[in-house]
């Protein structure tokens, strides 16, 4: 069964700062990884999606990286600022019928 | 496109009663899935539908029943309702190339159950 741990739990930091977010997971037969941007109350939203055949996914500030054989893909966050604040999920597809499997998260606070 | 739509945003029911959380996507997408998301929990899978026709159970489906008649719609039907189906309900579809698209997601159904 796959498991997907995201540690810390939560993370302060202060404005301007390059942050890195990690994700491990334990069977390493995965289809993807994503990582989604959860705001207080609301749905999830996709950030980056890195096929298995893949090592790394950028979009803007966001760079996503995705160790197979070692069971880790990282998120990292250049300059941060406060409208980054949220929670930031990843998520493995593995098995039959493509099912996601989430970690907990982690609650980014980014302090002005 | 409105993308995947939910109804209601929020409900609060009495032990023992039924209801239906809808779902609905405009993308054509094959695959459809219900979520439900606890604190400390993370999200867990509920059910999934690989097309119209075909659904199947995922981590925690007990209490929960889903049919999918046509590509658009996935509802999640509350059979009996208790407490510990008190959440934040997340549908989400996706195309089915082996896994391959992004996963897109309604915005949440806030269940409470008295």
């Known amino acids: 069964k796959q498991e997907v741990t995201q540690i810390p739990a939560a993370l302060s930091v202060p404005e301007g700062e390059n942050l890195v977010l990690n994700c491990s997971f334990t069977?390493?037969?995965?289809?993807?990884l994503q990582w989604f941007r959860q705001d207080p109350g609301k749905g999830l939203t996709s950030l980056l999606l890195?096929?298995?055949?893949?090592r790394e996914q950028t979009s803007g500030r966001l760079n996503a990286s995705l160790d197979k054989s070692s069971g880790r893909s990282t998120l990292y966050i250049a300059a941060s600022q406060p409208g980054d604040s949220a929670t930031y999920l990843c998520?493995?597809?593995?098995?039959?019928?493509?099912?996601?499997?989430f970690g907990k998260g982690i609650t980014l606070s980014v302090r002005p | 496109n409105a993308g995947v739509t939910q109804t209601p945003k929020f409900q609060v029911l009495k032990t023992g009663q039924s209801m239906t959380l809808q779902c609905a996507q405009d993308?054509?997408?094959?695959?459809m899935s219900w979520y439900r998301q606890d604190p400390g929990m993370g999200l867990r899978l509920i059910h999934y539908?690989?097309?119209?026709?075909?659904?199947d159970q995922g981590e925690v489906p007990n209490g929960y029943n889903v049919s999918r008649s046509t590509t658009e719609d996935f509802p999640l039907r509350l059979l009996s309702a208790a407490p510990s189906q008190t959440s934040v309900y997340f549908c989400?579809?996706?195309?089915?190339?082996?896994?391959?698209?992004?996963?897109?997601f309604g915005p949440g159904t806030r269940l409470t159950v008295l």
């Open positions: 989400a579809s996706s195309t089915l190339a082996g896994g391959t698209d992004t996963q897109y």
């Open positions: 069977d390493s037969a995965i289809y993807n």
């Open positions: 890195i096929q298995s055949s893949q």
């Open positions: 998520a493995c597809v593995s098995g039959a019928n493509s099912k996601l499997t």
């Open positions: 993308m054509n997408h094959e695959y």
């Open positions: 539908s690989v097309g119209a026709g075909i659904t």
